[in-house]
């Protein structure tokens, strides 16, 4: 036991032996025993949940050559909404998110990209941000084609007095873009092994023709949360395109 613990602590130290998987994406140290353990769970956990069966019942909204988007809302059937939570899951632990909590959950759309392998590569929560309160628009990193605004707000509305609270709200009317963005990505995720193959970019092509009932939103119209540096990249090229 020992002996395994000063293992762990100089491939710490050294990053000896430290890899990270690339298809679970998992950070491990190949020479302990225990890490191997672990991975191996963990590894194996990951296929399952990205593993898919199909559904009686799949509400496609879109086909492609190499897949297909299906979109799961908050009154489907039981194991359409386990499914979603958990790819988000993944989706949230990749991201760095420790609260698996949504802002609005009744009002959260998962869009999921099923490969032609049964996987699910690809995992779109989008959220209707005009219904959200004023608090988790602030969260919402707005993105037009020009700029990137973050609205930060640090207080709770509750505790702000009047004066604030309309001074934060000038704030967000203010903003390039908020009357428009009403469609909020709040997280946006793709298989490692599948990136750069425009999964992304289809996902969010067909949010925004299938978001609200017969309305097409612009790209002004749709806002994404906390992005990643690799999220702002990925937004960046999309939105100046
Ligand atoms: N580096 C540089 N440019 C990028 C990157 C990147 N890592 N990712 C996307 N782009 C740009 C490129 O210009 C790309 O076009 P190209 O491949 O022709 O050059 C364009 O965006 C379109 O990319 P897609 O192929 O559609 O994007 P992909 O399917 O690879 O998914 C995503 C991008 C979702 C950011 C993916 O890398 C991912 O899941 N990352 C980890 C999770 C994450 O950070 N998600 C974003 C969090 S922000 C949020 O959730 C609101
Ligand atoms: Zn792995």
């Known amino acids: 036991k020992q002996t395994d613990n000063q293992l762990v602590i100089d491939a710490g130290q050294?990053?000896?032996g430290a890899t990270t998987c690339s298809s679970c994406g998992m950070l491990y140290s190949i020479d302990s025993p225990e890490d191997n353990f672990q991975h191996t769970q963990f590894h194996q956990r990951f296929l399952?949940?990205?593993?898919f069966v199909g559904w009686k019942k799949e509400r496609i909204?879109?086909?492609f050559w190499d897949g297909k988007i299906i979109l799961v809302l908050p009154d489907d059937p039981k194991y359409a909404i386990k499914k979603a939570e958990d790819v988000r899951r993944i989706a949230d632990s990749e991201?760095?998110?420790q609260q698996v909590t949504l802002s609005s959950p009744s009002s959260a759309k998962?869009?999921?990209?099923?490969?032609s392998d049964r996987m699910v590569?690809?995992?779109l929560v989008a959220e209707n941000i005009r219904q959200a309160s004023i608090r988790i628009k602030w969260r919402f990193l707005l993105v037009s084609c020009q700029a990137f605004r973050v609205l930060e707000q640090t207080e709770n509305p509750k505790d702000m007095n009047k004066e604030d609270f309309m001074e934060h709200h000038r704030a967000w009317c203010c903003s390039t873009v908020p009357e428009k963005a009403i469609c909020g990505v709040s997280r946006i995720w793709v298989f490692s092994l599948m990136r750069r193959k425009s999964i992304a970019?289809?996902?969010l092509d067909t949010v925004r023709t299938t978001f609200m009932y017969g309305c097409h939103l612009t790209k002004e119209e749709t806002a994404f949360s906390d992005p990643t540096p690799e999220g702002k990249l990925f937004a960046t090229?999309?939105?100046g395109t």
């Open 61 to 63: 909204v879109a086909e």
């Open 48 to 51: 399952d949940t990205i593993k």
């Open 201 to 203: 970019t289809r996902l």
């Open 121 to 123: 590569v690809g995992c």
């Open 14 to 16: 050294k990053q000896f």
């Open 95 to 97: 991201l760095g998110f």
């Open 110 to 115: 998962t869009y999921l990209f099923i490969n």
């Open 237 to 239: 090229k999309y939105c």
